[in-house]
């Protein structure tokens, strides 16, 4: 792994380590996390079929974290995806479970943006305000019906965190102003990701977070290779360049917000 300046610990704020690519990997995971000070990161549920694995790994771990939710791509024939309000609100007591999702709308890949995406996401909304947790919220092009369902159903009580974020500036900042926290991801770190460069500029350092949503979307220059959360490091290195501010920073900053906003 190659070096980076700074003498500060981070978070990964986003991570799917219950996936398949990490069976049996996770002791190297948890060294190389401790090799770059990377000492928490929230492991994100995306179906109920799989989500305790996701438990068992917060469970296991004093430093890791579990979301419980369903994720907008998971259709209505996947597995583990029809749920109730009531149903997230109990698996949600957990204490080691400190938000809702990743929910949200996914209209990249489904086009059609279908009327299901939309209701599951209300659900996961009045759950996370019925429970008091934040929200984990994914959204691709689909964020202006985002934002209005966040304000239909008053996100904003519990807020949250807009994950992986590759929309513009004034989609960040109309996000903000719902009490929601920004993270960003490998992406930032891509040559082309111009409007993520310039969200990253426009985010405040008081509403910022950095994730690397593994196994996918690794950081320059891992471009490619399975991710993991050790690489949140790169990610956090690039977000401190584009701000014109130490990765110490960035690291402190984002370590902070994540402790407010999972009330740690
Ligand atoms: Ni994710």
Same mark, same amino acid.
């Given at each position: 792994m190659s070096p980076v300046n700074a003498s500060t610990t981070l978070v990964d704020s986003h991570c799917h380590l219950d996936f398949p690519d990490f069976d049996g990997r996770i002791a190297e995971i948890r060294s190389a996390m401790q090799e770059n000070g990377v000492t928490h990161a929230l492991c994100i549920s995306v179906n109920l079929a799989d989500f305790p694995k996701v438990l068992r790994l917060a469970e296991d771990y004093d430093n890791f974290y579990a979301s419980v939710g369903i994720h907008p791509e998971q259709g209505p024939e996947s597995a583990g995806v029809n749920t109730t309000v009531e149903e997230l609100v109990s698996l949600a007591?957990?204490?080691? *479970?400190?938000a809702i999702g990743e929910t949200g709308l996914d209209y990249h890949w489904h086009k059609d943006a279908p009327e299901w995406q939309r209701e599951r996401f209300r659900l996961h909304i009045r759950a996370a305000r019925a429970s008091g947790k934040p929200l984990v919220v994914h959204t691709r092009d689909a964020a202006a019906d985002t934002l209005r369902i966040m304000e239909e159903e008053g996100a904003g009580e519990v807020g949250g965190v807009m994950h992986c974020f590759t929309e513009s500036v004034e989609v960040a900042q109309a996000a903000i102003r719902q009490n929601f926290y920004i993270s960003f991801s490998g992406? *930032?770190?891509?040559?082309?990701?111009a409007i993520v460069h310039e969200a990253a500029r426009g985010v405040p350092l008081d509403r910022l977070l950095v994730e690397t949503d593994s196994p996918y979307l690794a950081p320059v220059p891992y471009r490619g290779k399975i991710n993991q959360p050790a690489y949140v490091r790169h990610v956090a290195e690039k977000v401190a360049e584009l701000k014109g501010v130490s990765v110490d920073v960035v690291n402190s900053a984002t370590s902070d917000n994540f402790r407010a906003l999972f009330k740690l």
């Open positions: 007591r957990h204490p080691k *479970v400190v992406i *930032v770190t891509f040559k082309n990701a």
